[in-house]
């Protein structure tokens, strides 16, 4: 069995992807579970969470154009999250640069480029995390065909329905037309709730009415823990503010489903 690669993305920013990203990247270094994160979003976030600066090092940009095994070996860095850890959690950093790739039709050769690269230097790792940009374009798409699963991540407003079921649908596309043949849609992540907001009720109601299943549990609720533990680039389990139990509690329960989800394929 190779490595486990996991897209996360959405259709629309503001969603909170990279926040669950970080979550579930902060849960595996907790498990012993090594990972590494591929910052594919030009805005780099995932990139400032874990290194707590950009990196000054080779980046995805260079990955993408130039596939190859001293490419990646030279992107790929460890995080200061795993100084002091049992696991590996590394990252090839995100890049503004790698905007100009985000072609809303991308060719073939493109769309496979992250999956050469990482089929080249991943064998290291239990779990790859790629955090996408809020787009279905060029680079989420490479990243849906490198990948085994597609975490879609929404919130509970009057644009989830219509961002999740593109996203969705846009996976299973994609594994059809043999784009992606390892991919299957993993489910939807529900970020951002408020359990005190009737239209955060509502709409919650709404996704689990339309998409059943495919609504992973946890729910992930709002809670100031999340924004607090990123804006110190530190693991959420290692965050010690209010909220911080529940939030972690929630990413190694979500873990935990996108990890057994591997067994059920």
């Given amino acids: 069995m190779g490595v486990f690669i996991v897209s996360v993305c959405s259709l629309k920013g503001g969603v909170?992807?990279?926040?669950?990203?970080?979550?579930?990247?902060?849960?595996?270094?907790?498990?012993?579970?090594?990972?590494?994160?591929?910052?594919?979003?030009?805005?780099?976030?995932?990139?400032?969470?874990?290194?707590?600066?950009?990196?000054?090092?080779?980046?995805?940009?260079?990955?993408?154009?130039?596939?190859?095994?001293e490419t990646i070996d030279r992107a790929i860095i460890e995080t200061p999250w795993s100084s002091d850890a049992t696991s590996h959690l590394d990252i090839i950093p995100g890049s503004s640069r790698s905007a100009i790739m985000d072609s809303p039709a991308p060719t073939s050769k493109d769309v496979?480029?992250?999956?050469?690269?990482?089929?080249?230097?991943?064998?290291?790792?239990?779990?790859?995390?790629?955090?996408?940009?809020?787009?279905?374009?060029?680079?989420?798409?490479?990243?849906?065909?490198?990948?085994?699963?597609?975490?879609?991540v929404a919130e509970p407003g009057f644009f989830a329905v219509t961002a999740a079921d593109r996203a969705?649908?846009?996976?299973?596309?994609?594994?059809?037309?043999?784009i992606a043949?390892?991919?299957?849609?993993l489910g939807l992540v529900v970020?951002?709730?408020?359990?005190?907001?009737?239209?955060?009720?509502?709409?919650?109601?709404?996704?689990?009415?339309?998409?059943?299943?495919?609504v992973l549990?946890?729910?992930?609720?709002?809670?100031?823990g999340l924004q607090q533990a990123q804006g110190g680039a530190v693991p959420l389990h290692r965050y010690e503010g209010a909220s911080g139990k529940r939030l972690?509690?929630?990413?190694?329960?979500?873990?935990?489903?996108?990890m057994d989800s591997r067994q059920n394929s």
């Fill in 191 to 214: 970020n951002r709730y408020r359990p005190r907001s009737v239209e955060h009720q509502y709409r919650l109601a709404e996704l689990r009415e339309l998409f059943g299943e495919a």
């Fill in 112 to 152: 496979r480029r992250l999956l050469q690269a990482l089929d080249k230097r991943t064998h290291q790792y239990d779990i790859v995390l790629i955090d996408c940009p809020p787009s279905l374009n060029g680079l989420t798409q490479m990243a849906l065909a490198a990948s085994d699963r597609a975490l879609v």
């Fill in 248 to 258: 972690t509690e929630d990413f190694d329960a979500l873990l935990a489903t996108v």
């Fill in 16 to 69: 909170g992807k990279t926040s669950v990203t970080l979550g579930l990247a902060s849960a595996a270094l907790h498990q012993g579970v090594n990972t590494l994160v591929v910052d594919l979003d030009p805005q780099g976030d995932s990139t400032l969470g874990l290194l707590g600066e950009p990196a000054s090092t080779l980046d995805i940009a260079e990955v993408l154009s130039s596939p190859r095994t």
């Fill in 181 to 185: 043949p390892r991919l299957q849609p």
């Fill in 168 to 178: 969705l649908k846009l996976a299973t596309e994609m594994h059809e037309d043999g």
């Fill in 217 to 224: 549990a946890p729910v992930i609720e709002e809670r100031v």
